[in-house]
């Protein structure tokens, strides 16, 4: 890549503050809306860019990518999850991915662990309550929700997001059973005071939670099917800050209407923006509007992260956070 500023696309609006630094540093184009680029404007993109930055609502295929003109060697996600970038199509054409890891991982968990508190305590049901004026007063027997103290929680996918969601769950009295592709250091399970489950199905019917915290790939996608949901006791509450496409969705609805859960609490969903409208209509679920890492402090620090990784490439470095295949 030549030392003149290389074009770096940026498929969406980004904190004024990332904007205004690649303003200085690349020659950026931005997108002034918040407005998702459709299809031919991503494949545009590819043409002119010699970085792309998309997000998580971009779809970069195997087209796009073909689409790429010569000089664009780099990819900079906006965002930890690529799930949503084809990497062998990237890694055929010698194109680099990047993403930003770790910056979300506490404002993710935090958002995981309010739900885990929301969903059993029906706090979004009782709201809605307040504002419909359907409130009559406190009573004995009004939205009576379940504790968390002493209860188990299962965590599917125990990497960063994961571990931080099980530190801020002992803090509430929970104990911690994960399942992992791989068991963790002894020294961190001690110091989690965790239980691991090397089969998926053994933790399922022992949780009182279950939160899932993996990443989206090719093993992930529908792990929770309709047999495995089956697993979990009738009493028990499913919380989802990972992405959608890794719970059977209708599945998931049959148990909560039938009663066979007792209540889920969703921030990802498996057709975003659409949301399943059977989830919709349950008094049992808990829905928000994929926020989990939509912090002002995480939003900036993932674009300095986009920065530091286009800086080190262009400097013939290779970037602190290169995505490599089979490594998500």
Known sequence: MSQKKPVVIVSRKLPEAVETRMMELFNARLNPDDVAMDRAALIAAAVDAD?????VT??????IIASANP?????????AGVDHIDLPAAR??????????????????DMTMALILATPRRLAEGERCVRAGAWRGWTPTSMMGHRITGKRLGILGMGRIGQAVARRARAFGLSIHYHNRARLPREIEGALEATWWPEL???????????????LNEATRHILSAERLA?????????NTARGEII??????SLLESGRLAGAGLDVYEEEPTINPRLL?????????????????????????VIINIRTFIDGHTPPDRVLEGLI
């Open 51 to 55: 970085v792309l930055v998309p997000t």
């Open 201 to 215: 199905e053994q933790m399922l019917p022992r949780v009182d939670f279950l939160s899932v915290n993996c990443p």
């Open 92 to 109: 055929e054409r010698g194109i680099t991915v990047t993403n930003t890891p770790g910056v979300l991982t506490d404002d993710t968990a």
């Open 248 to 253: 059977d969705e209708d599945a998931l609805a």
């Open 281 to 305: 209509g349950l008094e049992n679920v808990v829905l928000l509007p994929h926020m989990s890492s939509s912090t002002i402090e995480g939003r900036v620090a993932m674009g300095e992260r």
């Open 58 to 63: 971009d779809v970069i295929d195997r087209e």
């Open 71 to 79: 000089n664009m060697r780099l990819i900079a996600n906006f965002g």
């Open 231 to 239: 697993l979990l006791k009738p009493d028990s509450y499913v919380v």
